[in-house]
């Protein structure tokens, strides 16, 4: 299973970051299941995101989950793991979005999102991305990579 | 959510990236009614675009409620237009898609999104969720 974060340059400190991916662990854990979770941080660098038609401070967190899993425990998990964010970063409800998809529709939804790119595109971007959190993996304990690359 | 990225190659200037940004919010909203405070823009660069495009713009929307085949094709037409007029490209250069996303699966202000349609109650219920909480409008 995998879950992409979307952050602010200069937002989030590295220590919140590996707080808060713990305890995204300990809730996927409790709430979904025993699965292998990938965690990816993806930064944006300053006034590169507009929400409302301002430059943003939102976080957006997505993730992978079963297929079919009950409404009730997915609001659940969703609303939990927001309050419990919010804990940590001090942000405003309204700057955090949190979304709960199956796996098959959140593979349908990373594939659109790919067919803008060129095939040596789409291979370039995994190989940065995937030396970018390599190496932050092994330097901070956290994989975290750049929208801007 | 909605979620607009838009990948480029180079890097587009601040006020371009300001202004396109506008321009997203202004299309979007005005053809769904969707409350501007739920438009994300993001920008993103160091990318090779497809065969003869130059800027990729992917928009993850909501699906259903009031929505229907007749809104996405004139949000994605529109949004291709005006998007490509902002960054003064043709059209050709431009490819945009739009991603339908199911909203009860997101939770945003801290509560489920809506459908479609039932923006205006959200919000009210939202207000006074966050007034109880006895916090500030951000």
Redesign the interface.
């Known amino acids: 299973m995998r879950s992409l974060i979307?952050i602010q340059e200069g937002q989030i400190t590295l220590d919140q970051i590996k707080e808060l991916e713990a305890m995204l662990r300990q809730h996927y854990a409790q709430h979904i299941g025993p699965h292998k979770l990938t965690v990816l941080w993806n930064v944006?660098a300053t006034?590169?995101?507009?929400?409302?038609?301002e430059?943003?401070r939102?976080s957006?967190v997505t993730m992978e989950v079963p297929d079919g899993l009950p409404?009730d425990q997915?609001?659940h998990f969703?609303?939990t793991?927001?309050?419990s964010w919010r804990k940590v970063t001090g942000q405003?409800?309204?700057?955090?979005?949190?979304?709960?998809?199956?796996q098959s529709?959140y593979r349908e939804?990373f594939k659109?999102?790919f067919?803008?790119?060129?095939a040596?595109?789409r291979i370039?971007?995994l190989t940065?991305t995937l030396t970018r959190a390599m190496l932050s993996k092994a330097r901070h304990g956290v994989m975290i990579t750049q929208?801007?690359? | 959510?909605p979620?607009y990225?838009i990948?480029t190659r180079k890097?587009l200037p601040?006020q371009m990236?300001?202004d396109i940004?506008?321009v997203i919010?202004d299309v979007h909203c005005g053809l769904t009614g969707a409350p501007?405070?739920?438009?994300?823009?993001?920008?993103?660069?160091?990318?090779?675009?497809?065969?003869g495009?130059v800027l990729?713009?992917?928009g993850?929307v909501r699906m259903g409620g009031d929505r229907n085949a007749d809104l996405y094709q004139r949000l994605q037409a529109d949004m291709h237009r005006r998007v490509a007029e902002a960054a003064g490209l043709e059209q050709a250069r431009v490819?945009v898609?739009l991603?339908g996303?199911?909203p009860?699966?997101?939770?945003?202000?801290?509560?489920?999104l809506p459908p479609p349609g039932e923006e205006a109650g959200w919000l009210e219920r939202?207000n006074a969720v966050?007034a109880e909480m006895g916090?500030a409008?951000?």
């Open positions: 979307a944006a006034h590169h995101t507009i929400t409302d038609r430059w943003s939102s957006n409404e997915r609001q969703l609303e793991l927001d309050r405003h409800p309204d700057q955090t979005s949190f979304g709960a998809f199956d529709r939804i659109a999102n067919e803008r790119f060129s040596y595109g370039s971007f940065k929208f801007n690359q | 959510m979620l990225t990948a890097p601040e990236r300001f940004a506008q919010t501007t405070e739920f438009v994300n823009v993001i920008f993103m660069t160091g990318y090779h675009m497809r065969r495009a990729g713009l992917n993850n490819f898609k991603i996303v199911e009860h699966w997101v939770v945003e202000g801290g509560m489920i939202k966050h916090i409008s951000a």
